[in-house]
């Protein structure tokens, strides 16, 4: 991973089609990145989403705390009775999601 990794994710946030949030991730999700998706998901409902979905399909990597950011966001979702969705992500992070149990706890589903 580049030492300055932070300059590989971007987050672009968009309507869903069922009327929430889309966010789309592109690059790293890591130590250095993971704090800049954290916010975009709580500005889309600090701005009154219900419902934000995060396309995960351009997401090349994912570490320990890009996996706790998901974790975070899906809590906060649930405490405010909100809803987090993941969609697209590829074979790694899905085995990650897997291995980590992560599967059953967040809701995915494909691109």
Not at 58 to 69: P, Q
């Amino acid at each position: 991973m580049a030492e300055n990794s932070q300059a590989t994710l971007t987050v672009t946030a968009g309507d869903d089609a069922a009327g929430g949030v889309l966010l789309t991730v592109a690059g790293a999700l890591d130590y250095h990145t993971a704090a800049r998706f954290g916010a975009a998901v709580q500005r889309a409902y600090d701005e009154g989403a219900t419902a934000v979905t995060a396309d995960m399909s351009r997401v090349g990597f994912t570490d320990s705390s890009g996996l706790a950011s998901l974790i975070r966001a899906h809590k906060a979702a649930h405490l405010a009775g909100r809803r987090f969705n993941l969609r697209g992500p590829d074979h790694n992070l899905r085995r990650i999601l897997a291995v980590t149990g992560l599967d059953t706890v967040l809701n995915i589903t494909e691109a």
